[in-house]
């Protein structure tokens, strides 16, 4: 076994062919979705294990860094393929040491671990002593770390038969979504995800959250669509946007990122096209599932979950470390005070290059 921390391109082309490939990954592994926090001034890297020179796992840490503040966030991982999961302790290991490298104060990772059976996920791993030294769970919220997938099963599915498994209710606005005259288009160009992206843009503004400006995530996005890493959906009705969705593809599936449509009386249903459209996208490429992605408001939740969902959560592999004490008691304190400004903290961070 051999272990490299990297950022050089060759580096990590194969690593993201081996994100794409292997079913327990996910796109918080890929190169560029990590790289994209640089637009904040934190860093990145990949951490790549390998056995007589082929990758057989590894984890991408984000570096964040806020005043003398610093913690490195294993968003997804460490992971390894089947078979070899007993080089977990030592990525594991790795977490922490390179942590102490980067004079962090905190670390955690997320091991897609579950008690679902699933294959994209450890339904069981062996004794990670590592972790006798973690506590459970995440006390950094600033990186996106995933704590599960919701999942819906496409394995040996067509699209009649899936259909089928739907609530009669749900079933009903699918098929009302397709007589409104909509029609579905792939957005493949720069200008066409940018166009999709400041959809999503003008809700959240409207719905009151916040998302990346276009200029902080116009390069990732470009790089992952010309990577055929992302599909990018859309909506049209008389040739105008309507609605639109972004997934992200690694693991062997896609999961649902982000959506945004227009709101228009009667309720043209684009939600539901669009989701069924990303569900047959899955089915046409011989995937087993689509992660149509956990969270949201009470009402987002439950239009996920209407697709006969699986939630499978990651409560069992979630760790951290909490490097120096007094440090970190420190972040929680000015984090408390600071939290009610996170919007314009965040805007901060994204100009300013540390």
């Given at each position: ?225 010309r990577k055929g890493f992302i599909k990018m959906l859309a ?21 649902y990122i982000l959506g945004g449509s227009k709101k228009e ?22 995937l087993d599932g689509y992660n149509i992605s956990l969270g ?59």
């Amino acid at each position: 076994m051999e272990i490299i921390f990297t950022k050089e391109n060759h580096w990590l082309a194969k690593w993201d062919k081996f994100v794409q490939t292997e079913d327990k990954a996910s796109h918080l592994l890929l190169s560029d979705w990590n790289k994209s926090f640089e637009s904040y001034g934190f860093e990145y890297e990949v951490c790549i294990c390998l056995e007589n020179g082929q990758i057989v796992g590894g984890f991408s840490a984000v570096v964040a860094k806020a005043v003398i503040f610093r913690f490195y966030i294993v968003p997804f991982g460490p992971i390894v393929s089947l078979s070899y999961e007993n080089y977990l302790e030592t990525l594991v290991s790795k977490v922490s040491e390179r942590a102490n490298y980067f004079n962090c104060c905190y670390c955690h990772i997320s091991i897609p671990f579950s008690n679902v059976k699933n294959s994209h996920v450890y339904s069981q791993l062996p004794d990670l002593s590592v972790l006798n030294s973690a506590t459970k769970g995440h006390l950094f919220k600033y990186v996106y770390s995933s704590n599960g997938m919701n999942w819906i099963d496409l394995k040996d599915f067509d699209e009649e038969s899936k259909m089928m498994t739907l609530k009669p209710s749900v079933r009903r606005n699918i098929r009302n979504s397709y007589r409104k005259d909509l029609v579905f288009k792939l957005m493949t160009t720069d200008n066409e995800i940018e166009k999709a992206y400041n959809l999503f843009k003008e809700n959240s503004i409207a719905a009151n959250y916040s998302i990346r400006e276009w200029k902080e995530i116009q390069e990732t996005l470009v790089q992952l669509n010309r990577k055929g890493f992302i599909k990018m959906l859309a909506a049209f009705k008389e040739d105008e946007l309507k609605g639109a969705i972004l997934l992200v593809k690694g693991g062997n599936y896609y999961t649902y990122i982000l959506g945004g449509s227009k709101k228009e009386v009667p309720d043209l249903r684009t939600g539901d096209f669009l989701q069924w459209e990303a569900i047959k996208l899955a089915i046409q490429e011989g995937l087993d599932g689509y992660n149509i992605s956990l969270g949201g408001s009470k009402g987002v939740v439950e239009f996920k979950n209407s697709f006969n969902t699986e939630q499978l959560y990651y409560d069992n592999g979630q760790y951290h470390w909490v490097l120096k004490p007094l440090y970190f008691k420190l972040y929680l304190f000015f984090e408390k005070k600071l939290k009610p400004h996170k919007k314009t903290i965040s805007k901060v961070l994204s100009k300013l290059k540390r």
